[in-house]
């Protein structure tokens, strides 16, 4: 069974920091690609950000230069390191993997950026 599990999410104000946290089960961890989507109150679900298992990475024009993926193998866990966070960062962050022909899903954490 694959088990995705975020943390890290609260409240912060704009132009503060948080790290957000996804650890994986059921997965041979360093072979998958990982990201890290959001959805934020009436829009669509959108990638924010991605690292393959060679630990290239991708992100979302919105949040270059301000957000950075990261992976530890060891500890089977995804980081999204959000600096400078806007209140248009706010929305709930959820992890993702696939395996096979199918995608998996973490439960979501809550991120708020006050203004």
């Known amino acids: 069974q694959v088990q995705l599990v975020e943390s890290g999410g609260g409240l912060v104000q704009p132009g503060g920091s948080l790290r957000l946290s996804c650890a994986a089960s059921?997965?041979?961890?360093?072979?998958?690609?990982m990201g890290w989507y959001r959805q934020a109150p009436g829009k669509e679900r959108e990638l924010v950000a991605g690292i393959t298992s060679f630990g290239t990475t991708h992100y979302a024009d919105s949040v270059k230069g301000r957000f950075t993926i990261s992976r530890d193998n060891a500890k089977n866990t995804v980081y999204l390191q959000m600096n400078r966070l806007k209140p248009e960062d706010t929305a709930v962050y959820y992890c993702?993997?696939?395996?096979?022909?199918?995608?998996?899903w973490g439960q979501g954490t809550q991120v708020t950026v006050s203004s």
């Open positions: 059921g997965i041979i961890f360093s072979i998958n690609a």
């Open positions: 993702k993997t696939h395996r096979g022909n199918d995608d998996y």
